[in-house]
């Protein structure tokens, strides 16, 4: 059983950066590959990027390609997700997933969820 906790998430004007982290609070964390999600309102959740558990390999939705960066802190035992150039659309529940496959860009794929911390990018 590996429980995440997510934080970071605020309220920021378009253009403007946040950064995400996710941590276990319960279980071993580093073995696995770590996904990062979204849920804006009244959409389903949808993929956003992923890294492996070693941190070799990224994977990104074509939305955030470029603005987006998934990373791992093996030290810290963290997965960051690093959001520049913020927009509107951006704005959601964003929550951070522990996987035993990679890539895997479906919930299904995932095992462990968080609560997720809410973004909200104003214009």
């Known amino acids: 059983q590996v429980q995440l906790v997510e934080s970071g998430g605020g309220l920021v004007q378009a253009g403007g950066s946040l950064r995400l982290s996710c941590t276990a609070s319960?279980?071993?964390?580093?073995?696995?590959?770590i996904g990062w999600f979204r849920r804006a309102p009244e959409n389903e959740r949808d993929f956003v990027a992923q890294?492996?558990?070693?941190?070799?390999?990224?994977y990104y939705a074509d939305s955030v390609k470029g603005r987006f960066t998934i990373s791992r802190d093996v030290r810290e035992d963290t997965v960051y997700l690093q959001m520049n150039n913020l927009k509107p659309e951006d704005t959601a529940v964003y929550y951070c997933a522990a996987s035993q496959m990679s890539p895997a860009k479906a919930e299904g794929q995932y095992d462990y969820w968080g609560q997720g911390t809410q973004v909200t990018v104003s214009s």
């Open positions: 890294i492996s558990w070693s941190g070799a390999n990224t």
């Open positions: 319960e279980g071993a964390f580093s073995v696995y590959p």
